[in-house]
């Protein structure tokens, strides 16, 4: 839920999709990261090229780079507690 809020946060300020927000975030970061988009409709190619154009501030950046830390998303996989013991 935190990290659907950042994204939706950073999307409501700048104007944009969640996921092409996700996209120019990745286009931020070194080139250890790579995104590499799958569309199956013209429109989602369209948002995701359009994506390549949005300007993130540096306090933009810093947020998703704290909210997307490695280690950042952990859980059970959303298994009842007795399932996720068993993994």
Known sequence: V???????????E???TPAQIAL???????FDV?????SSKPKHLAENAAAADLHLSDAQVKL????FAVGA???DGGMPPAQSAAR
């Open 14 to 16: 700048v104007g944009a």
């Open 2 to 12: 935190k990290m659907l809020a950042a994204l939706n946060q950073v999307a409501g």
């Open 24 to 30: 120019a975030w990745c286009l931020h970061r070194p």
């Open 64 to 67: 998703l780079d704290g909210t």
């Open 73 to 75: 998303a952990k859980g």
């Open 34 to 38: 790579l995104p590499i988009p799958g």
